[in-house]
Each structure stands twice: as C-alpha cells, then as structure tokens.
T-cell receptor, first 116, second 110 residues
Framework: EAQVTQNPRYLITVTGKKLTVTCSQN?????MSWYRQDPGLGLRQIYY???????DKGDVPEGYKVSRKEKRNFPLILESPSPNQTSLYFC???????????????FGPGTRLTVL | TQLLEQSPQFLSIQEGENLTVYCNSS?????LQWYRQEPGEGPVLLVT?????EVKKLKRLTFQFGDARKDSSLHITAAQPGDTGLYLC??????????FGKGTSLLVTP
C-alpha cells in the first residue's frame, strides 16, 4: 500500500531531551516536507526537501533539523525540545520536486508531540 | 507567513443545508488546492484549481478559483454528516512550497 508513515504517533518528552521523529514513504517520491499544525495557526511548513541531500527552510525552521540521506526517509530532529514545540506534526511527500500545480502532497497520519 | 485567509473559521449546520467556505488572499497563486482533514488523520487532497475562473465539481462539492487567482471558494450542496471535517485551502506561489490557510471546521448534524 502506497503510504507515508511516521513514528512515533504520540510522544511525551521533557525539555532538552533530543528526539527524532521518523518519516518514510514507499512511493519513490522526490519531494518531502514537514509541517506543524497548531490551533488557530493552521499548518505551517518547517522544512522541505526537493531531493536527496537537498533541504531548505520553510516558514518555521527554528529549533528543528532535518536530513535527507536517502529518498524514502526524511527524519525531523529536535536537538533540544522546548514546550513551544508542543504540536501536531505532519510529514508529506509528492512525486516530483514541485508542489501544487503538478503534484499532490500525500500526508502521513501525524505525530502528536508534547514537551513538558 | 500565512497569506491565505479562510472564512468562516467554524461552521455548524444541519444535514441538507448548503454552505460556502471562502479562501482569500492579496497574493496571486499559480494554483490552489483544497484539502479535507478528519480528526486523527493527515489532510487529503480534494481538488487542485489552476486557471483563473476555473470551476471544478466533485459530487456535491463545487470549487471555484477567482479570475485573478487570488481567491477561491468551496460550495457544498445538501451537506451530509460525512462532510464533517476541517477544510484547508493551500496556495502554490513558488512551485516548491504550499502556503496553507488556517482552515474551516465544519460540523454537519443529522
């Protein structure tokens, strides 16, 4: 089944404890992206990747890191999480390096992160 | 920076009613997408509109892209409880990133 998977789905952690949220897609998509969704603020892009070894900042990259060493995986790293990073996180992928006109973004099921 | 304003933010209607959701911006978009998100799940694409003035229909849902490609609307005819969810519009300005609106939360009661 074609899908985007994220792990873990739920995570409660404490301030300063490094964590990684994994994202994997099995559709051979070139483009991958991370979003966070907060009440009243909607979906905001954190980072995106046009292809392997190519990443770029979205609207809210502060406090996050990403890597794209292989096409299928795009982990989101929080080196020192803080309470303001408590949010619902979504990974998405699309077939080519372009969003919108030519492509559909396929979203994962989400990771609910709580930082105490 | 969120460039898209959605209205209304919340909408609660009874089954069988019609409704319209709006997505407005002062920026021009090369395309605009509408997604629906259900609780506990990621957004799912409903439609992409590309040409100014374009109208697309998906069963009881009608999507329109403004002539100037700055705004869009979603009209639902005879809403059903299964239409309940969060409706998101997303605009593509650059070709590599989508800018999402904050969403319209729709509740349709039997």
């Amino acid at each position: 089944e074609a899908q985007v998977t994220q792990n873990p789905r739920y995570l409660i952690t404490v301030t300063g404890k490094k964590l990684t949220v994994t994202c994997s897609q099995n559709m051979n998509h070139e483009y991958m992206s991370w979003y966070r969704q907060d009440p009243g603020l909607g979906l905001r892009q954190i980072y995106y990747s046009m292809n392997v070894e190519v990443t770029d900042k979205g609207d809210v990259p502060e406090g996050y890191k990403v890597s794209r060493k292989e096409k299928r995986n795009f982990p989101l790293i929080l080196e020192s999480p803080s309470p303001n990073q408590t949010s619902l996180y979504f990974c998405a992928s699309s077939p080519t390096g372009m969003a919108g006109v030519t492509d559909t973004q396929y979203f994962g099921p989400g990771t609910r992160l709580t930082v105490l | 920076t969120q460039l898209l304003e959605q209205s209304p933010q919340f909408l609660s209607i009874q089954e069988g009613e019609n409704l319209t959701v709006y997505c407005n911006s002062s920026s021009v978009f090369s395309s605009l997408q509408w997604y629906r998100q259900e609780p506990g799940e990621g957004p799912v694409l409903l439609v992409t509109v590309v040409t100014g003035g374009e109208v697309k229909k998906l069963k009881r849902l009608t999507f329109q892209f403004g002539d100037a490609r700055k705004d869009s609307s979603l009209h639902i005819t005879a809403a059903q409880p299964g239409d309940t969810g969060l409706y998101l519009c997303a605009g593509d300005m650059s070709g590599y990133a989508l800018n999402f609106g904050k969403g319209t939360s729709l509740l349709v009661t039997p």
